[in-house]
Each structure stands twice: as structure tokens, then as C-alpha cells.
């Protein structure tokens, strides 16, 4: 039986088009319904994870599974709710689908995100027919494996991971299937809690129930069902304008996950965005084919990452309607790759690897094509916290129970810069506008450990003329624990800068998870000492985990963890020097990197605005002395001393680029100094001058990488100087691709 025979279709000979002022009434009715699930799960959950750090989201969908709206949790995780209506009324016949019923499923491969997202969905009946789907996705703590947490280190396929439900009627006439929670709960070290999650699904989608009910009783259900179709149109019309305002063009982004969980590879992720008229193709051509760990995600990963992107940045101001976005945007993937990975493939680390890859490559490669538009320039911002630097513990608290859970500080990473504004500190990752950190004193209250400090770090935001948001560092100490602590850990740039800036601006710090083994902490608490820093501290000895790593922490072991900021946005060297010397007062820049980076120089708190100057002229005469062209002079047009009044502007390119209609052509060309880098349909990366940096000279914290042959590849223009883009990249791999604008043949 087809789908469309599941669910009622609004006929509009009954009744005509919904009138605008109840089209919007009604729409935020039904936004405000979706808000109220979300917070009814919250409240419900007795998980720290979801009531504190809200590690979930809510949707509600058309009856044949459009969806209508997403919540402002964390984004990517209701993106594929349609994914699971569309698989339950493909495995269900219609007869066996009623009014309180509600399906569950933690299976990455039909809709979860991984087998920590449990999914749950429901039918909304009207007179016999589905009218509306209603779901919800939230994260259980541990729902079994052979590591504590269920982020399987170690796995190759998912036979090594924790169990996957396929979709199953967990709910019936509103009450749960005892047997069939059983069966879920009986493989997890967090019972309790996961269980609390259940019934937290199922009041959350009763009273989404009851409140749909009210509304069909107050409009009508051909009003209702005018209204959904009016929501997909409304987005729809509007997204395609926006669209149709930005120049056709092709623009490519490519980063890395490194470590699968058993060995210390690098798995490219690329992502080429082409935009023709009102519509956009997402092409993950070049990606990696799936790994032997636990970093893959499945196409609902892929699709939650990347619609998340476009919700964002497109439908800031309009409903999230992921039904809408689909009739737009169109997504090439290959089977069997990182981001779109075929079972048995392992995909316990997918929602935290590579679904949160393809949103750094999306969000970069969505930033380049909004950077050459007027109107909607203002929306580009650089790639936030570009990893989770998850830590999972687990063993006997003072009480000798058993407990497991990621700890949520994993979400303090720095945000991307904008193209007027630096980025938030701490402000978190992209796709969760809710998302928050625990208090100190709450994980202390409910873990056997001390968080020995938490301070947002140094340098670990992008430098740019607008700097990337700085991250969360703290420290963890075992206390007053039965026995050690299993200590589990997993990210993604420990060996490689991830969060990307944007033109010339530069990447975040690496992540870092270190153990410092027999330290004294407890003897500076007895002397009245607290430390601040892992350089305060003395230990045996300062051991390095890997990206995916398992350790067990004794007693006066303590962890060192750091989350990673946001990219930065344009040269560094174009940075207001009095930004650069708050910075400093602030702690967020060391007097050392505002020199070497920024070409700022400040003594003691204080700014040498002379001394600048002489260190910035000779930072540009260096860079120049450093740089060779792209390709042979011979290959590349110049026309830097045409008279720039006569040069028409067409619409701006990046940071200090814009495209101009000049002596009866068009090109793009240098802000700074009118060099012209390339015609309009080439890309403009081929006629600058580059030079190759290590990671080091982006941030003095990039120190403990491993893979010695990643470079910076910083593109500047030929003429003056300035940065126009900066890459992360194998010494061995050719230059990537940045950016052409023009409609493709």
C-alpha cells in the first residue's frame, strides 16, 4: 500500500485556500505546540543529559511524513524524523496503525542518528484517517556495548556495538508495551534513566496529541490540512527567493576526521555546493569510503547535518520545515561512504563524526555561497565548535551504584566569526540554539568526581579579522569513587585543525584529552592552592590520549580536556589592533600569538600602536617573500593598474574579493589593492600566490598533533598581501577547489 493511501490529502475544492490571518494564526499555534513536546520531555526525563543539557529535539510532519516543523534543540536530530515515518508506513499496513500508537526505533539506517537517539513517532488521527505525524529523538546515556556510554571504541562493524531496535510499536492506545521495554532497557547500565526517557517520549507525544485535537475542533481539518500544505508552500517560496538573489556559482569546502577508533587515519569528507537559479545541489563526491570504526553515520546522519545547515541560514526567520528544503535542495551521496555508510558499517561515534563533519563542510561551503551575495552576506559565518570532545565515565559512585554518562561540558565550544563580528565564546555548536553546559556543582552532586577547574582557553578560537569563539578547558579528578573511573573519550581534530574560517581567516586549536597521571592536586587543596591551568599542576607523568581513546583514572589522575573554538573570519592582519589588545587583557589571545598572528604588539596589557605597524609591514613583506604563485605567471590574467573608477561592482566574493565588470569584462579581483586574480567563471584561488605554514603558527596549542605532513595552505593575493583563504590540508594532495561563479554548462 503507497503512503498516499495512509494518510488524508487536503482537497482544496473544499474548502479553497486557508486566509492569511488564520494561515498565521495557526502556523504559530502549531509551532508553539511543537515547542511544548520538547519542553514536556524535558521536564519528564530525569537524564541530566536531556533536562539539563536538552541532548534532544522535537517535529511534527504532515500525515504522508512532510516534515512541518523542527524544534530549536539540537537540530540535526528531528531533520530525519521523516526518515522513520516514511520506514513505519512502509512496514506497517494501515489497519495496523491506530490512534495511540507510537513506534520506537534506535537504528541509524532508519532514522536514528545512532543507537544513543532513541526515535520515537506517532500517528494523529481525524475521523479515521492520519492527519499529522508528531516525533520526538532523545539521548539515553548508555544503551549497552561493550564500552560504557555505547561510543564504541574499538568497534569495525556494529555486531561490536551496542543493540539496534528496528522500528516496533513501543506504545499501544497511549501505554507502553512492558515487554518490549524490557527488551530495550535489559541492555543498558542507565535502566532507570532510559527509562524515565520512555515515558518522557510518551507524555511528550500525548499531549502534542491532545493539542492537535484541540485545534482541528477550533478550525476544522481542511483548514488544518490547507495549513500544512500552506507551511511547505510559504517556506518554500520564500527559500527559493533568497536563493534566486544569490549569484549562480559552485563553491567546494573539504575536512578530515581522524582516528576511526582503532587506528589514527585521516577520512577526507568533501562537500561541492552548486547553486543554479533557485536551486542547490550538495555533492559529497571525494568523501572517504566508510572506515573500520565507529565514525560513520548513515544517510539520516548526512541529512541532518546538512539540512540542519540550510534551516539555519536560510529559514532564520520562517519555520523549519524540512519538507520544504527537500523540494530544493538535492543531495548526491555515494553509498558506502563516511557520511552515507551501509550496514554493517560502525556508526556508534555517528551523530558526534560524521554526521557533525558534513555539517562543518556544509556549513563552510553554505558560508561561501552567502558570502557573495549583498543582501544575504550577513548570514556567512565561519564553522563553530567543529567536533564534540565527548568524555564518557563510568563505574561506582560513593555509594557503590553504577553510573555512566557523557559529561555535557562537550558542548562549550566556540562559535563561528561572522562577517561583521567575532564569534561567541563558549557559544556552543551550530545546530543547537538550546544546548547548554551543566554547572560545576551539579555534575560534582551527581558524579563521584571534582572539576578541579573550567576556564575558557587561550588561543583556541580561529584567528581572523573577526576571531572565531573561544572553548571550554577544564579539569576532572576522581573523588570519593568505589575503585577507578573507566575514562572514554572521542573527537575528531586532535591531529588536524578543524573549524574552518573563511576567507584568510584561520582554523580552531586541536582538541586535546590528557591524563595527568599521580598528580598533586589534592596536596595544592590541602595547602590552599587551587590550580587553573594543566601547567599549575605537577604529575608523574602528562599522557596524550588518542582522538578515540579508553583509560581507566585512579585517584589523583586527573583529565585535562579542551573543546575547540570557532573559525575566524578574513586576514588576521586586518584585525582592529584595539580588538586584538582586549583580547589580551581578557585572556582569549596570548601577547605572544597577537604578535606572530595578528602582528600586534602588546607590552604588558598595553598596545604599541608604532610597533604594529612596523610588525604588521614586516609580516606582509615576509608572507610575499614566502609565497610562489598557484600556477605559472604565463596562466594567469592580471590588470592591476586599470583605473578602478571604472570598474562596475557586481556583487562582493569574500572578505577583500568582489566580482566587477571591467574594461568590457567581468573579474574578480583584490578590494585592497584592485589586482585582478581571476576571470568570472575561474576560480580566483588559481591566481593568488601561496605559502605553506605548519599548524603551529595558527595557535601555540597545536603542539601535540601526530600526523607530521598537515600544512596550512594560505592563499594571499600576488599584489598586496592579504590572505583570501587558508586550507587544512596533506602536504601531498593537490590545491582544493574554492569557489566559480556562473551557471554550469
Known amino acids: 500500500m503507497s503512503t498516499a493511501t495512509k494518510a488524508k490529502e487536503f482537497d482544496a475544492s473544499a474548502g479553497g485556500p486557508i486566509d492569511p490571518v488564520t494561515f498565521e494564526v495557526m502556523r504559530h499555534r502549531l509551532w508553539a505546540i511543537n515547542d511544548e513536546q520538547a519542553m514536556m520531555a524535558a521536564r519528564v526525563s530525569g537524564s541530566p543529559v536531556v533536562y539539563e543539557a536538552y ?18 534543540y539540537i537540530v540535526h536530530h528531528a531533520v530525519p524524523l521523516d526518515i522513520m515515518v516514511r520506514t513505519v508506513l512502509e512496514q506497517w499496513e494501515l489497519d495496523d496503525i491506530r490512534e495511540g500508537d507510537m513506534f520506537f526505533s534506535n537504528d541509524p539506517w532508519a532514522g536514528a542518528l545512532h543507537a544513543n537517539d532513541g526515535i520515537m513517532v506517532s500517528p494523529i488521527f481525524w475521523n479515521g484517517d492520519i492527519v499529522a505525524w508528531t516525533g520526538i529523538v532523545m539521548h539515553d546515556s548508555d544503551v549497552g556495548s561493550p564500552v560504557p556510554g555505547s561510543f564504541v571504541v574499538g568497534a569495525v562493524d556494529r555486531f561490536g556495538e551496542a543493540p539496534l531496535f528496528p522500528p516496533v510499536k513501543m506504545v499501544e492506545n497511549f501505554a507502553i508495551r512492558p515487554d518490549l521495554e524490557r527488551a530495550f532497557l535489559r541492555n543498558s547500565r542507565t535502566e532507570a534513566l532510559n527509562a524515565l526517557n520512555m515515558r518522557a517520549r510518551v507524555a511528550a507525544l500525548t499531549i502534542t496529541h491532545q493539542r492537535i485535537h484541540e485545534l482541528i475542533e477550533q478550525y476544522g481539518i481542511d483548514t488544518f490540512l490547507a495549513c500544512q500544505e500552506e507551511v511547505i508552500d510559504y517556506v518554500d517560496r520564500i527559500v527559493r527567493q533568497r536563493v534566486r538573489e544569490i549569484p549562480d556559482g559552485s563553491w567546494f569546502e573539504q575536512a578530515y576526521i581522524d582516528h576511526d577508533g582503532n587506528n589514527n587515519e585521516l577520512y577526507p569528507m568533501c562537500a561541492r555546493l552548486t547553486k543554479t537559479g533557485d536551486r542547490i545541489t550538495l555533492d559529497f563526491t571525494g568523501t572517504a569510503p566508510q572506515a573500520p570504526g565507529s565514525i560513520n553515520c548513515t544517510r539520516a546522519g548526512l541529512e541532518g547535518g546538512a539540512f540542519g545547515v540550510f534551516l539555519l541560514f536560510l529559514c532564520y526567520d520562517i519555520p523549519w520545515s524540512v519538507g520544504a528544503l527537500r523540494q530544493i535542495v538535492d543531495i548526491v551521496s555515494e553509498e558506502g561512504t563516511l557520511n552515507n555508510a551501509r550496514s554493517p558499517a560502525a556508526v556508534s561515534m555517528g551523530s558526534v563524526m560524521g554526521t557533525w563533519v558534513t555539517q562543518n563542510v556544509v556549513s563552510n561551503v553554505a558560508a561561501k555561497m552567502l558570502m557573495s551575495s549583498s543582501a544575504y552576506r550577513g548570514e556567512a559565518q565561519a564553522c563553530w565548535q567543529p567536533s564534540l570532545n565527548g568524555q564518557v565515565i563510568a563505574g561506582a559512585d560513593r555509594r557503590g551504584d553504577p553510573f555512566a554518562s557523557i559529561l555535557m561540558d562537550c558542548c562549550g565550544g566556540g562559535a563561528g566569526a561572522r562577517t561583521f563580528a567575532d564569534g561567541i565564546d563558549t557559544g556552543g555548536f551550530m545546530q543547537s540554539m538550546s544546548a547548554s553546559i551543566p554547572n560545576v556543582e551539579t555534575t560534582e552532586s551527581r558524579y563521584p568526581v571534582l572539576q578541579v577547574y573550567r ?68 596536596e595544592m587543596y590541602a ?87 612596523r610588525e604588521r609591514e614586516r609580516a606582509i613583506a615576509a608572507r610575499l617573500a614566502d609565497a610562489s604563485p598557484v600556477l605559472p605567471a604565463q596562466l594567469v590574467e592580471r590588470n592591476a593598474a586599470v583605473d578602478t573608477d571604472k570598474a562596475t561592482h557586481l556583487h562582493p566574493v569574500a572578505d577583500t574579493l568582489e566580482a566587477v565588470h571591467l574594461a568590457g569584462r567581468d573579474v574578480v579581483r583584490c578590494t585592497v589593492c584592485a589586482t585582478t586574480l581571476s576571470p568570472y567563471g575561474h576560480d580566483y584561488k588559481r591566481g593568488a600566490s601561496m605559502r605553506e605554514l605548519p599548524i603551529s603558527a595558527m595557535s601555540p596549542l597545536n603542539g601535540h598533533n601526530t600526523l607530521d605532513d598537515i600544512v596550512l595552505r594560505e592563499f594571499l593575493c600576488p599584489t598586496c598581501g592579504t590572505a583570501i583563504a587558508l586550507d587544512v590540508q596533506r602536504k601531498a594532495e593537490p590545491v582544493l577547489d574554492e569557489a566559480t561563479f556562473g551557471s554550469p554548462k
Open 55 to 72: 541532548d534532544f529535539n522535537s517535529g511534527i510532519l504532515t500525515g504522508d511524513g512532510r516534515g512541518l516543523f523542527v524544534g530549536v
Open 455 to 522: 576556564r575558557q582557553r587561550c588561543d583556541s578560537g580561529g584567528p581572523g579579522r573577526f576571531r572565531g569563539g573561544v572553548a571550554v578547558e577544564y579539569g576532572l579528578l576522581p573523588h570519593k569513587s568505589v575503585g577507578p573511573i573507566a575514562d572514554v573519550v572521542f573527537t575528531s581534530g586532535a591531529s588536524q585543525p578543524e573549524g574552518h574560517g573563511l576567507s584568510g581567516g584561520g582554523p580552531a586549536s586541536l582538541a586535546l584529552n590528557m591524563v595527568l597521571r599521580s598528580s598533586n592536586v589534592r
Open 527 to 613: 595547602a590552599g592552592k587551587i590550580p587553573c591551568s594543566a601547567d599549575e599542576i605537577q604529575a608523574d607523568v602528562r599522557e596524550v590520549l588518542a582522538a578515540k581513546d579508553q583509560t581507566m583514572l585512579a585517584a589523583d589522575d586527573c583529565h585535562i580536556c579542551l573543546q575547540t573554538g570557532g573559525g575566524g573570519y578574513g586576514d588576521p592582519l586586518r584585525r582592529d589592533p584595539d580588538a586584538v589588545e582586549l583580547d589580551v587583557q581578557r585572556g582569549l589571545v596570548s601577547a605572544a600569538a597577537a604578535k606572530s598572528i595578528y602582528g600586534v604588539v602588546v607590552t604588558d596589557g598595553v598596545l604599541d600602536a608604532d610597533a604594529t605597524q
